[in-house]
């Protein structure tokens, strides 16, 4: 047991050192966790771009004494997916998805458009924040009912 306690460490250092001279990912400042349990290697963290989140799986992959690797990487594009997501589950602040969006960058969610109060604002801000993988939000939600109503007024084309 000690000495798997101690492969598993020594694997884990590897894969973290393999990954820091992956030169996209380092430069991408993306917090990457490393965990190891009886070889299986499990990445978790916010990767920018999907290539990047290819290219640090199959590094992790390489390393002599991995036996799986598990993928909780997630991608910018897939925090913005997550975010609306959230966000459309949520009976309070479906129907403000068509005034809201959500840009991620390296884990921080920027959310832009506008909401009717105050209070919607911090909803939306307090729901975005709980997704998985957010590491920081940026509100810049404007609140303006009346565009909200005119909004609302204006007919669907059919």
Excluded: C
């Amino acid at each position: 047991m000690a000495e798997e306690r101690i492969a598993d460490l020594d694997l884990k250092a590897k894969v973290e050192e393999a990954l820091w001279y992956y030169e996209p990912l380092r430069q991408s400042l993306s917090p990457v966790s490393v965990e190891v349990d009886d070889g299986i290697v499990v990445l978790r963290g916010v990767v920018p771009t999907r290539i990047i989140k290819f290219h640090t799986l199959k590094l992790a992959r390489s390393i002599p004494g991995v036996r799986e690797v598990r993928d909780e990487l997630l991608t910018d594009s897939d925090l913005e997916v997550a975010v609306g997501m959230a966000l459309a589950r949520d009976g309070r602040t479906k129907e403000l998805l068509g005034h809201i969006s959500a840009n991620a960058t390296y884990g921080t969610v920027v959310l832009t458009g506008y909401v009717e109060s105050e209070e919607d604002k911090a909803l939306v801000e307090t729901i975005a924040r709980q997704v998985p993988g957010v590491r920081r939000i940026v509100n810049r939600l404007h609140v303006e009912p009346q565009l909200v109503e005119l909004s609302e007024a204006v007919p669907t084309p059919v």
